[in-house]
């Protein structure tokens, strides 16, 4: 399934630091695979890696506001929780699934088990 964690409305110019989501990222995954080459709006930028559910994706669109993640809903909390931090308070952020069928604001200082239970009351 594909999450999103999505900057609400008008960003100002700001977009994510991709190397510091990029470290952020490996330091929860030792091996990460990534791919700059501009492949779509939607893939400028790919991390790979193993999880402990399987394999797993993460990119981000070409804007920088948003984080796609094909992964298992846990690791997705925690990439949330991960852009979030980077992510200025003053913006919202909202996470949700593909089809918008989950969909959740996510304020700053929200915490992986805060998100779990807003994503499962949501869900």
Known sequence: ?????????????WH????????VIRA????????????SEVRSLIWKFDTENGPGEAYLHED????????WEED?????????RLTPERLGLVFCDEGYNLAVRLPAGTTE?????????AG
């Open 1 to 13: 399934m594909t999450f999103l964690a999505v900057v609400e409305g008008d960003a100002g110019g």
């Open 16 to 23: 994510v630091d991709r190397d510091a989501l990029t470290e």
């Open 28 to 39: 929860r995954w030792a091996e990460v695979e990534t791919d700059s080459s501009h492949r």
């Open 64 to 71: 920088g506001t948003c984080l796609y993640m094909d992964v």
């Open 76 to 84: 997705a909390i925690w990439l949330a929780i991960a852009f979030r």
């Open 113 to 121: 088990a805060e998100l779990m239970a807003l994503a499962s009351a």
